[in-house]
């Protein structure tokens, strides 16, 4: 080969490189655009520290304690800057669970399984509202096992846990769409210490141990949000490489999912198949005639429809011939119920949830809150 076709060769691979690097910066450029940090990392979530536990059935919170949750905002990268999204507490009976009263072992129970809407993180409790309405005499007591974070396979558990020490009648399980994508939440020793203890929190973290004395939480909430927005401004917690917005959407993705491609499943598929297998295993346990199943809407959700998710969750629904409610239509939540900083329900968000449990409930089962000796119902 001459000297001058050799020549042509190099232009035109510098020409073909050159052309390969102007079109992944392009599509960096539009990727970022349209794909920006996850909302989550712009948020700092503190328990009360030693609040939040492992259990054998995923996490629970520290039976017969007080919790204090805290939603924080990163509004500015530069100081930075914080803004607080809410900040309350919640107390737990000798079970762990989200309730004043005491479950009675031999009495047959009303069990309410469910994720953060059945908690009701973001403000108080609303299952205490509930709670307080409900007859002590009626012929069934209330038990909440809603918790933060949680999916069927948590349920399962849980109700398997609960069933086994007390009368478990009925079951009624409060979902949303992204509770059939969860697995059982593990944390790993690192986490584990810093719910213990905050001196351990490291910012990657999703959520964080807090100690109750203020002046002393709140260096700790500072600490953690200058190191989050540290992060963010400069990638310091992730490789070069992982900076890429076209790495975070398209090559991360594919190659912690890969494994499961190869079965011919998606990373989807699996989760979803493990929560319906989890679903069936509840309905076989106490029956179907005593589960009932009341899907919410996301705050993404609320005026728009279902999503995908949903749809395939409530086909899985009725194919197993379960009893179900559309909350989409029978709870009422409108926009106005969900605060401007954060996914969950506000005040009057949670009272209309609180309100359509009950009605579900009379509806579905009469004689649940009615003492048969006098007129009192659940409201």
């Known amino acids: 080969m001459g000297i001058r076709p050799l020549k042509g060769v190099l232009i035109g691979l510098c020409i073909s490189a050159a052309t390969v690097f102007v079109l992944v910066i392009a599509a960096e450029a539009v990727t ?6 996850p909302a989550w990392r712009f948020q700092l979530l503190f328990f009360s520290q030693g609040a939040v536990k492992d259990a054998p059935w995923g996490h629970r919170y520290e039976p017969n304690a007080t919790v204090q949750i805290r939603l924080f905002d990163i509004t500015d990268l530069n100081g930075p800057q914080l803004a607080k999204v809410y900040d309350y507490q919640l107390t737990t009976n000798s079970y762990g669970l989200t309730q004043r009263r005491e479950p009675i072992r031999n009495k047959p129970a009303v069990l309410l399984l469910g994720d953060s809407l059945t908690e009701g993180q973001g403000a108080r409790p609303w299952f205490y509202e509930v709670e307080s309405r409900w007859p002590a005499e009626a012929p069934y007591q209330l038990i909440n096992g809603g918790l933060f974070g949680t999916g069927f396979e948590h349920w399962s558990r849980l109700y398997r846990h609960l069933s086994s020490i007390l009368t478990i009648s009925k079951v009624v399980i409060i979902f949303i769409s992204d509770d059939w994508n969860r697995l059982v939440v593990q944390f790993d020793p690192e986490h584990r210490r810093c719910l213990d203890s905050s001196q351990h929190c490291q910012q990657r973290m999703p959520f964080f141990g807090l100690p109750d004395e203020p002046t002393g939480a709140m260096m700790e909430v500072e600490r953690l949000a200058r190191a989050r927005a540290e992060s963010i401004r400069r990638g310091e917690q992730r490789r070069s490489i992982e900076r ?22 998606s990373f989807e598929d699996v989760i979803f198949a493990t929560n319906k297998r989890s679903l069936l295993e509840i309905v076989a346990a106490v029956g179907s005639d005593n589960v009932i199943l009341l899907h919410l809407p996301q705050k993404e959700q609320v005026g728009v429809g ?18 179900f409610v559309d909350g989409f239509e029978r709870c009422g939540l409108g926009p106005g119920d969900f605060p401007e900083g954060d996914g969950h329900p506000n005040t009057d968000g949670y009272h209309k949830i609180a309100a359509c449990v009950e009605r579900v409930i009379g509806d579905a089962w009469p004689s649940a809150a009615v003492d048969r000796g006098s007129a009192v119902t659940a409201h």
């Open 244 to 265: 890429l917005a076209l790495y975070r959407v398209l090559f991360r993705p594919a190659y912690s999912k890969a494994r499961f491609y190869i079965k011919g499943e």
């Open 306 to 323: 279902v999503d995908a998710l949903g749809l395939k969750a409530r086909d899985v629904i009725r194919r197993a011939g379960l009893r």
């Open 32 to 37: 970022r655009i349209l794909v920006s940090e």
